[in-house]
């Protein structure tokens, strides 16, 4: 730990003596354009479905050309553009790319206090569909560019703004179709994406997450056959009965622990900030000797922590039947399976078969739309800004992640671009409220959003500003 408080303060004069050298924006002028900009986006309804994000990409494209930054607007469906911006650098460095989706998950207008694309104002928060996933990232990186711009910033690299369509579900729309068609456009070393957070427990910052690697979403069929017969007369072969066994198989199933170096970095770090009890289980989740007996409280206590330790299963639909008195010749079940990024899935598959065990249930890969595997260093350049900006504004420590979902990050990494997921400050109550991303209500403190813009722009400044 010593060594890690010595480098981030070497790098902590490293960041001040860049700063210094770039001239600041104004920035109580700064907070007034960000409501404006952040507040117009939420107003604008991209729920996905049905998808529409052409509006909010005509207002960006609009704010960017404005302020004489070249912007263009790229798409596969017109109604679905994505928005690329870039500042030139001199080349010295490779590209910072700033990524954020402009759709957000539909709503169900009936259960929202505020209207959904409203952005009102009440209490210190502002209320919207979108205001943290990911309309907070989209203002925030909106502004950074837009200041870069205005200060005349030398920049050893490109910085690159993309605003991306589809994330939440149609993804040939948006990153699919910028990287197979656009690469060029939005290649880039460096990558600065949704996907983590500050959490804050009774207004106080606890500690900073950043996403650098997820698992991997796949879909397990399974399909279980029998003799279908009079409900009167039970059968040993009914179909229903070989398939809940074969659904409890699985879910009773521990495939192995394997840890990488985020979850590594990730419980060693969390463990210095808990209590003594917490903290050995953190650190024994380490030990190969120690993990089974920590993976079973983490099962029952903390279900994310035992999620992080393996790829996973969570059987969540089930079809049987048509009619109470009809025994049914087939049966199916449907497998919520996340990867980690480097599980041999033909491997894994053939493993479940044999928790089956049952010749009569069929286990296959079902559709879905899925993720490329990659993993981002937490030794690089950029992660080190990171964290020592999350030092700086919030005087937390930073926990490397693994997330257990999936972001449009893992079509970048495939392709070699460095990502870390960030986020602005969030209360953790407000998950259990109700408040949270995809919830009933979707809400970000004003505070927060405006420190987040902040961090977002010295750590621009940090990676991409001239020496």
């Known amino acids: 730990m010593r060594n890690l408080i010595a480098i981030m303060s070497t790098s902590l004069v490293s960041m001040s003596l860049v700063q210094a050298q770039v001239s600041q924006p104004d920035w109580a002028a700064v907070e007034t354009e960000t409501m404006q900009h952040f507040r117009a986006l939420l107003q604008i ?31 596969i469906n017109p109604d679905r553009p994505n928005v690329v911006a870039r500042l030139q650098g001199n080349g010295s460095k490779e590209p910072l790319l700033l990524m954020a989706h402009t759709d957000v998950v539909n709503v169900d207008l009936d259960k929202w206090t505020f209207p959904p694309f409203s952005a009102t104002i009440d209490d210190g ?16 990186a909106l502004m950074v560019m837009l200041e870069l711009k205005r200060q005349n910033v030398s920049l050893d690299r490109d ?53 650098t690697v997820e698992k991997i979403p796949y879909r397990l069929d399974l ?45 060693e770090r969390l463990a210095s900030i808990s209590p003594s009890d917490a903290a050995q289980r953190y650190l024994n989740v380490l030990d190969p000797g120690l993990a089974g007996e920590v993976d079973e409280y983490f099962l ?13 299963l969570s059987p969540n639909l089930f079809e049987a039947g048509y009619r109470i008195n009809v025994i049914p010749s087939e049966a199916r079940a ?27 249930v069929e286990v296959s890969l079902g559709v879905r739309n899925t993720r ?31 997330s257990t979902g999936a972001t449009d990050m893992a079509y970048l990494r495939e392709k070699g671009v460095q990502c870390y997921g960030i986020g602005p400050a969030i209360d953790t ?39």
């Open 300 to 312: 029952a206590n903390e279900p994310r922590h035992a999620s992080m330790l393996r790829s996973s």
């Open 125 to 140: 928060y502002v209320y919207g569909r979108g205001a943290v996933d990911d309309k907070d990232n989209l203002a925030a």
């Open 429 to 467: 109550e407000d998950a259990a409220l109700g408040y949270g991303a995809h919830s009933d209500q979707e809400r970000i403190l004003i505070s927060e959003l405006h420190r987040f813009v902040r961090f977002n722009w010295d750590v621009v400044v940090e990676l991409a500003a001239s020496r």
């Open 372 to 402: 490329p595997s990659g993993e981002t260093s937490i030794n690089t350049a950029a992660f080190a800004t990171i964290e020592n900006a999350i030092n700086s504004h919030y005087g937390v420590l930073t926990l490397p992640t693994m």
């Open 159 to 211: 910085v690159i703004f993309l605003a991306e369509s589809g994330e939440e579900g149609a993804t040939e729309n948006g990153i699919e179709f910028m990287v197979r068609e656009h690469f060029d456009k939005i290649e880039a070393e460096f990558c600065l994406a949704e996907g983590g957070s500050v959490a804050r427990a009774n207004r106080e910052v606890q500690y900073a997450a950043i996403q």
């Open 223 to 267: 399909v279980a056959t029998g003799v279908a017969g009079h409900g009167s007369v039970p059968l040993q072969t009914n179909a229903v009965t070989r398939l809940a066994k074969a659904v409890a198989a699985i879910a009773d199933w521990r495939s192995p622990i394997r840890l990488n170096e985020t979850t590594a970095a990730y419980f």
């Open 334 to 360: 449907s497998v919520d399976f996340r990867a980690l990024p480097d599980e041999n899935i033909v491997e894994f598959v053939e493993a479940v078969r044999g928790v089956v065990n049952d010749p009569a």
């Open 45 to 75: 309804d991209t729920s996905d479905p049905p998808g529409r994000e052409l509006p909010a990409a005509e207002y960006l494209r609009d704010v960017l050309a404005a302020a004489g930054i070249s912007v263009e607007l790229l798409a």
